[in-house]
């Protein structure tokens, strides 16, 4: 099968996007290849030089660890070994291939599973965007025992794309995408649009002859269906052809494009709109304004007075003096924190603190403004 059987589709329009790529991709005789790896690399660049940001979701450090070490086998814990070995390696390899800085995150999926490391996560992520560096992110897997495993780093930049708020997930893979059958058959189909992903294309797409693919196909929209739940769409595409990969600077794609289902802001409104709330922060007129006509991140300055007890992590309501919630949002500091910085200026912070989560104590990212009245979402 040719890798351009996919006739080409426009990309869905996006300004931030998690790219996926694998190690079947940058994996040569000497370690880590840049054959490849290029393509994707001056992908990245212009989308750049175009203000969208791109978070890489990189494999390929068991294989750089390899090259380092005269090592045998392949349990797990050599793996694990082989990793810490080779991710320096995959940083550098990825820095020599770029203009901008490029930045490492190893991560677990306890970290995006526990609140506080969630959001921890999260603001570094966007301080490295907002900084221009290219975060590279890959599993901490010196500590995370249970998480080496075939096609794990699809399902990673799955959670990374909900975590960052991305737009797109886009999957380097090693075969065009999607195809009706093994690509090996005759018969197979590319097939260039999946509008939802049922138990049977699932099933289909699990291994063997006469199924959907090769290459952890099933994985890959393993995290296309949990991208899609988060309103992210996943495009599937071959990282092995230049030319697919020089298409995307141009919106694009040839290969399979799986579709979203609900809007991505909405559903994450939606849980803040419901969640419990843990204490309540009262704010001036001069806050309620930013948050309610201009979208804007709660600031300490505005802050009046803090009500109950919470930590970093925590849904808390925001509310003018004696008046019903108007809004609802995580908050990024404690209870006792947002006390010591209330009414100062955002530059203070570190100062009063020892310490810097951002400038907001609600970032406008983690907020739902409410109708006190008839208590409904107001979506901007």
């Not at 994707?40 to 390929?60: K, P, T, W, Y």
């Not at 603001?123 to 495993?149: C, F, H, Q, S, Y």
Request: aromatic share 4%; charged share 25%; hydrophobic share 45%.
């Amino acid at each position: 099968m040719n890798t351009r059987d996919f006739a080409a589709q426009p990309l869905p329009p996006w300004r931030r996007a998690v790219l996926k790529v694998g190690s079947s991709l940058l994996s040569g005789d000497g370690g880590l290849d840049p054959r490849h790896a290029g393509a994707l690399a001056r992908f990245i660049e212009h989308a750049h030089a175009q203000q969208r940001d791109v978070v890489l979701v990189s494999s390929g450090a068991v294989a750089a660890g390899r090259h380092r070490v005269d090592a045998g086998g392949d349990g797990l814990v050599l793996r694990q070994a082989l990793a810490s070995l080779g991710q320096a390696a995959l940083v550098t390899f990825w820095q020599q291939l770029l203009d901008r800085p490029v930045a490492q995150v190893l991560l677990t999926h306890d970290d995006l599973r526990n609140r506080r490391r969630y959001l921890n996560a999260r603001a570094t992520l966007r301080e490295l965007l907002r900084l221009g560096a290219l975060p590279v992110i890959n599993e901490n897997d010196a500590v995370a025992v249970d998480e080496l495993k075939l096609g794990d780093n699809d399902n990673l930049a799955a959670a990374v794309a909900s975590l960052v708020d991305a737009d797109l997930l886009l999957i380097a893979t090693d075969i065009g995408g999607l195809y009706s059958a093994h690509p090996r058959d005759p018969s197979a189909r590319p097939i260039t649009r999946v509008d939802a992903i049922t138990p049977e294309l699932l099933q289909a797409a699990s291994g063997g002859a006469g199924t959907l693919g090769t290459g952890g196909m099933r994985t890959k929209l393993d995290a296309a269906a949990k991208a899609g739940a988060a309103g992210i769409a996943t495009a599937l595409f071959c990282g092995r052809d230049a030319e697919v990969v020089r298409a995307l600077h141009d919106d694009r794609l040839h290969g399979t494009l799986v579709l979203a289902h609900g809007d991505r802001l909405r559903a994450r409104k939606q849980w803040l709109r419901h969640a419990p709330s843990s204490g309540r922060l009262r704010v001036d007129a001069g806050a309620f304004a930013a948050l309610h006509r201009q979208g804007a991140s709660l600031l300490p300055g505005g802050v009046a007075s803090v009500e109950g007890e919470f930590r970093r992590g925590d849904v808390v309501e925001i509310a003018m003096a004696d008046a019903a919630a108007f809004a609802r949002g995580l908050a990024q500091y404690g209870a006792n924190e947002i006390r010591r910085i209330a009414r100062r200026h955002s530059n203070e912070i570190e100062a009063l603190l020892g310490f810097r989560y951002g400038e907001s104590i609600v970032h406008r990212d983690d907020l739902v403004l409410l109708d006190a009245t008839a208590h409904k979402e107001i979506l901007p």
